[in-house]
T-cell receptor, first 112, second 112 residues
Framework: NAGVTQTPKFRILKIGQSMTLQCAQD?????MYWYRQDPGMGLKLIYY???????DKGEVPNGYNVSRSTTEDFPLRLELAAPSQTSVYFC???????????FGQGTRLTVV | GQQLNQSPQSMFIQEGEDVSMNCTSS?????WLWYKQDPGEGPVLLIA?????ELTSNGRLTAQFGITRKDSFLNISASIPSDVGIYFC????????????FGKGTHLIIQP
């Protein structure tokens, strides 16, 4: 049982480049989330989805976009990378709102 | 929005010592979750609490849901080297959305 799988694990981007962070879960969870983690700051919610075809903004959505075409996949898109987006990104999924979340291993992104 | 304050921010202890950390919120929570994050990994759920006053154990870990529903405590007994990591408290509601709000974490460092 793979749980939540994120790719890539590491990436270096130049300012202005774009990329998509992939996230897939095999637990048939309805809720999926994207968080970013900065040193000493805990995790902040970027976007979330309550089911296929439905997405909504979290606490820090600027500079990001998401889509949810299937229950399993929840990709995060950076269109114009900026140094402020250097962070570790975690995808998570849950069965119910606000309940125990299962996390992927993270994507460490550096924008230079 | 909701805020979670974790303390202490970091702890330096000797192997074998007991550890105690806590989390307080600015509003009432219906669920308290405690996660541990190892270096380079995503957070992993340790204990989930769903009822005010609830005391739950997971091996050497014990967590309590405060009576006021605005705080929670995590204790680790007889610490061992693999307890090193960052411990996060979390509760429902992130950025006014259907996510989890996380504290900033307690860094646990164990000296042999």
């Amino acid at each position: 049982n793979a749980g939540v799988t994120q790719t890539p694990k590491f990436r270096i981007l130049k300012i202005g480049q774009s990329m998509t962070l992939q996230c897939a879960q095999d637990m048939n969870h309805n809720y999926m989330y994207w968080y970013r983690q900065d040193p000493g700051m805990g995790l902040k919610l970027i976007y979330y989805s309550v089911g296929a075809g439905i997405t909504d903004k979290g606490e820090v959505p600027n500079g990001y976009n998401v889509s949810r075409s299937t229950t399993e996949d929840f990709p995060l898109r950076l269109e114009l990378a900026a140094p402020s987006q250097t962070s570790v990104y975690f995808c998570a999924s849950t069965n119910n709102r606000g309940s125990e979340a299962f996390f992927g291993q993270g994507t460490r992104l550096t924008v230079v | 929005g909701q805020q979670l304050n974790q303390s202490p921010q970091s702890m330096f202890i000797q192997e074998g010592e007991d550890v105690s950390m806590n989390c307080t919120s600015s509003s009432i929570f219906n669920t308290w979750l405690w996660y541990k994050q190892d270096p380079g990994e995503g957070p992993v759920l340790l204990i989930a609490l769903y009822k005010a006053g609830e005391l739950t154990s997971n091996g050497r870990l014990t967590a309590q849901f405060g009576i006021t529903r605005k705080d929670s405590f995590l204790n680790i007994s007889a610490s061992i080297p693999s307890d090193v990591g960052i411990y996060f408290c979390a509760g429902p509601g992130g950025g006014g959305a259907d996510g989890l709000t996380f504290g900033k974490g307690t860094h646990l460092i164990i000296q042999p």
